[in-house]
């Protein structure tokens, strides 16, 4: 029975060994990190409209989002509601399609909040 306990230890001792023999191999480089500035443009520069949708329950089951610029168009929607505190009660986002857009588009918000808890809807397009 000892000769098990020692020879468990020497094969875990031995493992630790290479494990640390190949870490110490492992060429370690360093690089920095720069900051810098730079202008970010806008698609739509007036904002958008919001029309919600809601069930007999009187939550919020999608939001119509309008007036969305042509420039945005390829884009990605997205979309979150919040309550008073600025927490997120609501998400969702929307592709908006690269032709034959519309200028609007319907994002569908999960989960579902009661319309009573909305304080603010926050949009961005991301793209295109």
Same mark, same amino acid.
């Given at each position: 029975?000892?000769? =098990?306990? =020692?020879?468990?230890?020497? =094969?875990?001792?031995?493992?630790?060994?290479i &494990?640390?023999?190949?870490?110490?191999? /492992?060429?370690?480089?360093? %690089?920095?990190?720069?900051?810098?500035? $730079?202008?970010? %443009?806008?698609?739509?520069?007036?904002?958008?409209?919001f029309?919600?949708?809601?069930?007999?329950?009187?939550?919020?089951t999608?939001? &119509? /989002?309008?007036?969305?610029?042509?420039?945005?168009? $390829?884009?990605?929607l997205?979309?979150?509601?919040?309550?008073?505190?600025s927490a997120?009660?609501?998400? $969702?986002? %929307?592709?908006?399609?690269? &032709?034959?857009?519309?200028?609007?588009?319907?994002?569908?918000?999960?989960?579902?909040?009661?319309? &009573?808890? =909305?304080a603010?809807?926050?949009?961005? /397009?991301? $793209?295109?």
């Amino acid at each position: 029975m000892l000769r =098990l306990v =020692l020879l468990a230890v020497g =094969l875990v001792t031995a493992a630790a060994a290479i &494990t640390l023999a190949a870490a110490a191999a /492992v060429p370690v480089a360093t %690089s920095s990190v720069g900051a810098g500035t $730079g202008t970010v %443009s806008r698609c739509d520069s007036n904002g958008f409209t919001f029309a919600s949708v809601r069930n007999t329950s009187g939550a919020i089951t999608s939001v &119509t /989002v309008g007036d969305i610029a042509s420039a945005c168009a $390829g884009g990605s929607l997205m979309l979150t509601l919040t309550n008073s505190s600025s927490a997120s009660i609501g998400s $969702g986002s %929307s592709a908006l399609p690269a &032709t034959g857009f519309s200028g609007s588009a319907a994002v569908s918000v999960s989960p579902q909040p009661a319309a &009573t808890s =909305l304080a603010t809807y926050r949009a961005i /397009v991301v $793209g295109p």
